[in-house]
């Protein structure tokens, strides 16, 4: 079994709430920017469910969700890296002077552990490190959309489209046309703080960071997760905007 984002109220980690409390389950999220994993689990956001319609919607799904929550793991384990007092840091040398990575043949790629923390003060491979993690997301996840011509083409799966071309492009975008039929931003995104479309003039122009920065992709990611999971469970993958009757609303 595994996990689907199932909204249950309308408030998250970020203290936002929806304008309408009354409304249906798909509208809770219509007003919220930001997505918080422990708090999303902890209110009831990521249930379990047993009967999926649509499988492929659903691992395509997770795959974005988990793409976009290793992400964030990733940058916890180099922000605490760097946050260790010295105390800390010879401990953990002490206890791990070395490590490795497995080579295809068994044999083990060796490093110092010590050398490896140093390297992190690298202003380069700090830069580095936090783009590296995103574009694999974003090509990983753009190849499974591919596989099942985007599910749709909805503006936000076509916007990974095109940010995954751009990625694999030496991180350009490369426009040669648009469809009209298949427009490509993030207006009707679950989660969002700007609203990002893809236009021709953005051709040979860089996606990441200039176009897009860390936390854009992340709400993207997340966005994507939940309305293939929605989809994958027979709802309506975008965010609904009408409220209930009499429903009143409250502002924010």
Known sequence: MGVILVPADASLATGRCACDPSASSHNTFAHTSAFNVADARARGYLSPIAMKTNQAAYEVGQLAQDMARGYAAHITAIRIASRLDHKA???LIADYPSDFVQRKDGTKWSFDTQDALGDLADKEIAEELPRVWLAGSLLAVGDELKKHDYFGHAPELELVRHLRNGIAHGNRFRIEHLDEKHPAHNRDAWFKHTIFEITPELDGQPVLF?????????????????SLKQMENGKSPRPSKRKKKGAKSRSC
């Open 89 to 91: 840091f010879f401990r």
């Open 210 to 226: 200039d176009f897009m920065e860390a936390g854009d992709v992340v709400d993207l990611l997340f966005s994507v997760s939940l």
